[in-house]
């Protein structure tokens, strides 16, 4: 476990390996949440959605698409990345 407290002053709160939060992260969810709110997209990206993957729980979801970060739909988790390109209502602008 000393390899878990150097990552942890190291401020590395995901496994290097499988990427999951190795340490519960709801507050630093609280605070994106609240960021995610306070930042509106441009009207051309509002209708954007994009496909995530989460690191915590396994789960895809297609989802908002934010500067700021993506949400899992199923575990509530920031910690998830892009697996697939954008869908629109309209055209897709990248």
Known sequence: ??????????????CPMCSKSICD???VWEKLDEEVALTPMPESYQNKRIWILC??????????FHIVA????????????????????????Q
């Not at 915590?56 to 989802?63: I, K, R, W, Y």
């Not at 509530?76 to 629109?88: K, M, V």
């Open 55 to 64: 690191n915590d729980c396994n789960a895809t979801s297609e989802v908002p």
């Open 1 to 14: 476990m000393d390899c878990l407290k150097e990552m942890q002053q190291h401020l590395q709160f995901f």
């Open 25 to 27: 992260m709801s507050k």
């Open 70 to 93: 993506q949400k899992c739909l199923n575990c509530n988790s920031y910690n998830t990345r892009q697996t697939r390109g954008c869908h629109t209502t309209d055209t897709c602008r």
